[in-house]
């Protein structure tokens, strides 16, 4: 019995021994580089792979080498018209649904913010829509909007499939209404990520000290004077962040659209986005040319990005 | 300018009573000092005045209108808050133009008035900076004249040097004060620090247990203290309180050789409160007792601490009382050696144990 003890004893010794044998340095090894290796996998690789095939001429599914073009696939995109009114597709998607959330997201926090019966839980369904999978919400809105089993139009009133419009073929009573489709998208974008605006506008208005307002009543100031003088400057900083977000969101915007519209009818709802997988993973598989674009539209995002951060940092230093 | 009328003024939060039903008034241009421990319910009568908390029962007059169940800013009355409530993104001018512009008054009868107060508070440097890069001091400030801008009819301050450093609030006491000399202001400030009170106030009104004690001037407070709660609030150290058993003109108080003779007019006031006889609370200021060798009263050194200009004896009368004495800083008395004192007939009170208030020598009261 005894001895059996002791050899457990010792192995254990052994095996401390061993954990101890282990430097520091080591363990940060163990943990950091696993880490690491799946990084430059799957993420500064391809960056910069993709960068160098910006350059080429190349497809994926094409038996050839990457052929160095130089700036040859930059040229051909900037000059490309049809890729500028998809750029302008993008940037009109971009001002409506990220303006309409945050008028939305800042009157729900408004909301939200007075403590009422049931406010907690009321709280918790508006953030809904922000946690389904976009590839869901895209699919169950299509069904949504159908011209005739979906909800959408017997809710605002249109119950004759003839007269009512269809969204998501922008059509209406069968005439065209070009960019009826593009406000669908909207709508639901809106729908899906108000909730988010909400959430951080939520927490500027909580984070406001209450004397501020007694202050402000005592100074005789009326509740619109302080929402401009107090609210709004006090809860800016965050709302930024949120517009921030979203609009590098819609740039980005793919998953909704595909989901909903496939870029459709035509080409009324081909985000960039959207015409960037077209353009890489069908039809022709135009590698190259669509690193090229990846990299354009990435460029745009941080010099959009970058004129915010200035505004931010202004702002907060004023503060 | 304003008189304040509180009429039966109450409040209650759920079951807990925050103010009991009072009756004060405070009269045209007066400085009063709503004055007690915290949790006594001061700040929130400071603050159903100012309509920031409504009352639960009772009216409010203000210039004998009735304001009991108007909004704030319907008031016309201005509050300085303990932490400045300085609106951050401001600077300092935005600050003080806020009332103003909140009112809608023109550019340039703004611009006028803020230099104005800027002047009268000597903050003109400060007007760019925001309020995060100020001192304390300089954030009071610009609070007051935040406060002062409007020229309303009434100031309400909430312990508006509570968040200050020690030493700097005696310059701020003193410009509140020149400040309510040259405004002529009805004030009413509220404080928990007695040294504040006694030197700002026209009038105090002591507070304790969500109920007014005292009303009166600070010497009235000091030195006629209503009962035994004023007594051992106001001045530090308090009042000393030694009960004793009174019977014909002298009191025995616990601990050897301690009778202590009461002053002639004071013997009559006694005999009838008691009926000849009855245990009586001797109370007088450390001031008010006098060393001497001759002294009735006696006791043991307990420790004593020298205060520059006097010395602060602590004597043990008996197992039970320590009391203080304010001696001359000459005169050594080390610790453990006996000391002989009287009482300044003068000086002297007498308070009822059985309903903790004093007993006056005045007829009718």
Sequence with gaps: MSSVKQATATGADTRLQSHRHLSDRA???????PTLILLIAFNVFPLFYSLYLGFTDYSAIARQAPVWVGFENFRSILNDEQLWEYFATTGRYAVASVGLQTLLGFGLAMLVREKFKGSGVITTLILVPMMISPVVVGLFWKLMYNPTFGYFNYLLGFTNPATAPDWLGSRWGGQAVPGLALWAVVIVDVWMWSPFVMLLVLSGLNAIPEYLYEAAVIDRASSWFQFWRITLPQVAPLLLIAILFRTIEAFKSFDLVMG?????PGTQTELIA??????????????????????????????VSNLYIKYLNQMRGEG | MATIELRQVEKRFGDLQAVKPMDLTIHDGEFVVLLGPSGCGKTTTLRMISGLETVTGGTILLDGRNVTWLHPSERDIAFVFQFFALYPHMTVRQNIAFPLQAQGESHEAIEKRVDEV???????????????????GDQQRVALARALVRRPAAFL????????????????????????????????????????????ADRIVVMSEAEIQQVGTPAEVYHKPANLFVARFIGSPGMNLVRGHYADGVVHM????????????????????????????????????????????????????????YTMLHVNMNEHDIIHIRSDRLVLHPIGTPVRFDINPEMVRFFDPRTEKAISREVGQ
Aim: aromatic share 8%.
């Design chain 1, 27 to 33: 363990i940060q090894n163990i943990f950091i580089w």
């Design chain 1, 260 to 264: 909903m519209t496939g870029g459709g």
């Design chain 1, 274 to 303: 959207v015409n960037l997988y077209r353009q890489a993973f069908l039809g022709q598989w135009r590698t190259g040319r669509s690193s090229a674009l990846a990299y354009i539209i990435l460029i745009i995002i941080i010099a």
């Design chain 2, 118 to 136: 800027v002047e009268l508070l000597e903050i003109g440097h400060l007007l760019d900076m925001r309020p995060g890069k100020l001192s304390g």
């Design chain 2, 157 to 200: 301050m909430d312990e508006p040097l509570g968040a200050l450093d020690a030493d700097f609030r005696e310059t701020m006491r003193a410009e509140i004060k020149r400040l309510h000399i040259v405004q002529n202001a009805t004030t009413v400030y509220v404080t928990h620090d007695q040294v504040e009170a006694m030197a700002m």
């Design chain 2, 254 to 309: 616990p601990g050897a050789d301690n009778h202590y003779s009461v002053p002639p007019d004071w013997r009559r006031v006694l005999d009838e409160t008691f009926g000849g006889e009855g245990e009586v609370i001797v109370g007088f200021r450390p001031e008010a007792a006098i060393v001497s060798d001759e002294g009735t009263l006696a006791g043991q050194v307990y420790a004593s601490d020298l205060h520059g200009a």
